[in-house]
């Protein structure tokens, strides 16, 4: 146990935040915690998103928590529903009154000597004060809560509404109205069959298409599975035939892509009726799973453009005039309402200022150690979920992980846990592009993102199984994290502890 205030402060409460402070209430009875979040409520992604149709894109049985069956009958399951999910869990679990809401991270040092990170916070009244904690597990996810990406549209020539799907007015009535959705991602597959119904038309403006696939909102085996047996039963083998499908649909993908376009446009034609659809306007140049694949929930996106409520033009913004869009092929598209939904700008651990007895952190000079914590970086863990697969199945991991560091810490009376990696030791290391998506929010962050190594541990993996197997079989001290006390000498104590091995 620490002197600070709490022994881990937990920085969000969204999926990851909440699926931490549940795991710890589970593994680490004796250990306190709290968490901090700046918005005025929980749920992070799931309350700051509020367009039209917002909903998961994947299914809820590998999107919710490994401790919590999801009892909705719909797998695809919209924004409010996963706020439900999350309520019960905190209400249930008594974790509300560990949250202290509208209060924002601004800063956090280490101090080696205390073994404690101190953290600056602000208040929604502008007040800031410290917080000490002997760990601390940032669960702020991945993208800029502040500034979504900006491409440098000019739209003062506008006079209608432009807006971006992260700011979404609430009071907006856009019946009747023309509206424009410029992208072709999940937000902009989500919004267009949402809004189609009380507009006066949608079109999606896409730059480069995308590859989609459609699966049904409702999981069938789920909800006859529920019928026969226990929720926890149910839950956990649809769990795991989900997360065998995710597996095997994206390799099959990274392996044989031209299999895996055949299928996607047999979907097309099954959905939409072949010839009825314009094939350039759903044909990406890249292979499926260079980016993600949009889900398209009941076909609902298809069904709206096959039923003329809807539709696809794929061009080159030329200006943006008075009453729409002029298109380079010289097409214009009339608007009262342009939605830009490009895109969102990574964040790297909430845009908050780490550092070590003073030293600023440059998270891109560090090394993952096992997807959750850093290389030479003490007491720190972080969630960034798969870039295939369903984001609370890496939460669930670390969280997992990190309360069984801290048992460890517990037993050995240290106060320090560290993934230790020796200058000389980084040098031999071959870095590794496990970012190879193609996707532009990834590709404009590269620089920002930590290392990634070829060899396991020093990597952020993309392969739950293989890493749901060695996270939680495989010895948590492994030689590599370093256990040590109050103000050691981390690099000394521990070059010292591997010569004696040797």
Known sequence: MSNADVDVLIVGAGISGIGMAAHMQMQCPDRSFALIEQRENLGGTWDLFQYPGIRSDSDMHTLGFTFEPWRHEKSIADGPAIIEYLERIVDERDIRRHIRFQTKVIAADFDTAKAQWNVTVESGAGKRETVTAQFLYLGSGYYDYDQPYDPGFDTSAFEGQVLHPQFWPQDLDYTGKKVVVVGSGATAVTMVPAMADQAASVTMLQRTP???????ARDKLANFLRKIMPDSWAYSLTRRKNIWMQDFTFKTARNKPEKAKNALRKGLDRHMGEGNYRPSDFAPPYNPWEQRLCLVPD??????IKNGKAQIVTDQIDTFEASGVRLKS?????ADIIVTATGLSLAI??????????APIDFSQHYYYKGCMFANIPNLAVVFGYLNASWTLRADLNSEFVCRVLNAMSDKGSAIAMPYLPEGAEAKLEEDDIFDFSSGYI??????????????????????RFDRKIMRESAVDDGLLTFLPAGAQIAQTQHERLEAAE
């Open 210 to 216: 995308t590859w989609m696939i459609s699966r049904p």
């Open 299 to 304: 076909a609902d996106f298809f069904h709206a």
């Open 330 to 334: 010289g097409e214009f598209l009339e």
């Open 349 to 358: 651990a909430g845009k908050i200022a780490i550092s070590h007895d003073g």
């Open 443 to 464: 590709q404009r962050s590269k620089h920002i993102m930590p290392k990634s190594a070829t060899v396991y541990p020093w990597r952020l993996n993309q392969d739950y």
